[in-house]
C-alpha cells in the first residue's frame, strides 16, 4: 500500500501566505512525479503543480509567480509554497504521486485525502 499524508492548510486573508506539505510512504521502489491539484466547490478537480524525480516543474497559468512546488527526493515528500493568495484560490488541494511499487513495475497514481485552504477577501 501507498500512504499519502497532507499538511498545511487552513485560513488566510488575501494576500497572505500558507505551505502544503505532502508525504509518501508505504510499499515504494521509486517516485518518479508528485504534484498538487485543486477542486473548488462546483469545479472540477485542476493541476497546480507537478515536479518530476529529476526537479522540472510545470505550472498551472492562475499560480505561475506566486506558487513554488519543491521536492525532498530522499524523504518523497513534495512542497507548496503558495503566496500573495487569493479568494479565488479557495479550493481543497490535493497531493498525488505517480509511484513505482516494484523494480520494473508499473507506475500508478495515488492521492492524499485532501487540505482545506481558504482564503478570505
Known amino acids: 500500500q501507498v500512504r499519502l499524508v497532507e499538511s498545511g492548510g487552513g485560513l488566510v486573508q488575501a494576500g497572505g501566505s500558507l505551505r502544503l506539505s505532502c508525504a509518501a510512504s508505504?510499499?515504494?521502489?521509486?517516485?518518479?512525479?508528485m504534484g498538487w491539484y485543486r477542486q473548488a466547490p462546483g469545479e472540477q478537480r485542476e493541476l497546480v503543480a507537478t515536479?518530476?524525480?529529476?526537479?522540472?516543474?510545470n505550472y498551472a497559468d492562475f499560480v505561475k509567480g506566486r506558487f513554488t512546488i519543491a521536492r525532498d527526493g530522499a524523504e518523497n515528500t513534495v512542497f507548496l509554497q503558495m503566496n500573495s493568495l487569493k479568494p479565488e484560490d479557495t479550493a481543497v488541494y490535493y497531493c498525488?504521486?505517480?509511484?513505482?511499487?516494484?523494480?520494473?513495475?508499473?507506475?500508478?497514481?495515488?492521492w492524499g485525502q485532501g487540505t482545506q485552504v481558504t482564503v478570505s477577501s
Open positions: 515536479i518530476t524525480s529529476d526537479g522540472s516543474t
Open positions: 498525488n504521486a505517480r509511484v513505482q511499487r516494484y523494480y520494473r513495475g508499473a507506475s500508478n497514481d495515488y
Open positions: 508505504g510499499s515504494i521502489f521509486r517516485v518518479n512525479a
